[in-house]
């Protein structure tokens, strides 16, 4: 059996906002080098004793002549190559500063997830597009509180500022919510945002749902990932994220954060718990519990991909 060697990686997926939308930077692989010709996200070695992070903003120095000014970390991936096995670390880069100069690859291009134009990606990069098409907004319906009327004029208003990831979850899927849900998967569709079910997956299908968000006791009776486009898990634990990742899903929620109306006598985890949970883990992340817009860049800072909100998510 042969021994990989270990290479500790740091990537960057550096964003920009442009008349066509949110981009990220591609860079193609120079002749000589593995992969020639392949796509990749900016980066390279981490050195020993080098901290990911300023690994990064080395090798962005040394590639892209930039210097990154705001970063945070994201996705953690392994990919077993023929010379190696990668462990690959990848921040999102939101902004830098000087120009862009071309030092190490035969190209450079702006690209958007879901319209990509160059290729091939390299093995390793491949998986994070996926995770990039993920609104970085989970808003999650309450319709039996505020009624179906009242949530369906929220759902049309909140679709109408921002691409999000609905999550229609009500304890009661009766006749009359089973209607709710179908016009809400409507609304988030009409509004080019995508819809998971929190329930079963053969009522997702009927509603036209995109996908199904599990509870955590779904996910532990679990053995294969349901064929939806997305699908996702509330987790509480490492091993419930463990889990998720192992299983292939799109996404995972933890929480709580904060303390939360929903659940008044469960104390929140904290920033700090949350960074501990999601480091490393190899699937985006939406923080959870007593949350609203107001909080994703302190999210995004513990490594989360985003946030996911009740009340919070509904606010004018």
């Known amino acids: 059996m042969i021994e990989r060697k270990q290479v500790a990686v740091a990537a960057a997926v550096i964003f920009r906002d442009s008349a066509r939308g949110r981009e990220f930077l591609l860079g193609q692989r120079a002749p000589g080098t593995f992969y020639p010709g392949y796509w990749e996200f900016p980066g390279g070695k981490v050195e020993a004793g080098e ?124 006749d009359a919510t089973q209607a709710f849900a179908a016009e809400a998967v409507r609304l988030a569709h009409a509004g080019g945002s995508p819809a998971v079910l929190n329930g079963e997956p053969a009522l997702a299908r009927t509603l036209g749902a995109d996908g199904v968000h599990l509870k955590s006791s779904q996910l532990a009776a679990l053995t294969a990932r349901p064929d939806f486009e997305w699908v996702g898990a509330s987790c509480h634990t490492a091993d419930e994220l463990a889990q998720a990742a192992q299983l292939g899903l799109d996404y995972a929620v933890v929480g709580p954060v904060l303390l939360t109306a ?53 606010a004018a």
Not at 280 to 287: H, K, L, Q, T
């Open 51 to 174: 901290a990911p992070v300023d690994a990064l903003k080395r090798e962005l120095d040394e590639e892209l002549g930039i210097t990154v000014t705001a970063c945070s970390p994201w996705l953690t991936l392994s990919h077993e190559y023929e010379h190696a096995f990668v462990r690959l670390h990848f921040f999102r880069v939101e902004a830098w500063q000087g120009a862009l100069q071309d030092h190490v690859h035969s190209a450079l291009s702006w690209q958007q997830a879901d319209v990509l134009t160059v290729g091939p990606m390299l093995p390793a990069n491949g998986p994070v597009l996926k995770s990039l098409r993920l609104p970085g907004f989970m808003a999650i319906t309450h319709a039996w509180q505020i009624g179906h009327a009242a949530q369906l004029d929220a759902i049309r208003r909140t679709c109408a500022r921002q691409r999000l990831l609905l999550q229609i979850r009500e304890p009661v899927m009766d």
């Open 262 to 314: 929903t659940h008044p006598d469960a104390a929140g985890l904290g920033w700090a718990a949350l960074t501990a949970l999601v480091a490393e883990c190899g699937i985006p992340v939406f923080a959870i519990g007593g949350l609203d817009a107001s909080h994703r860049q302190a999210a995004h800072g513990c490594g989360a991909h985003g946030i996911a909100a009740i009340r919070g998510a509904w």
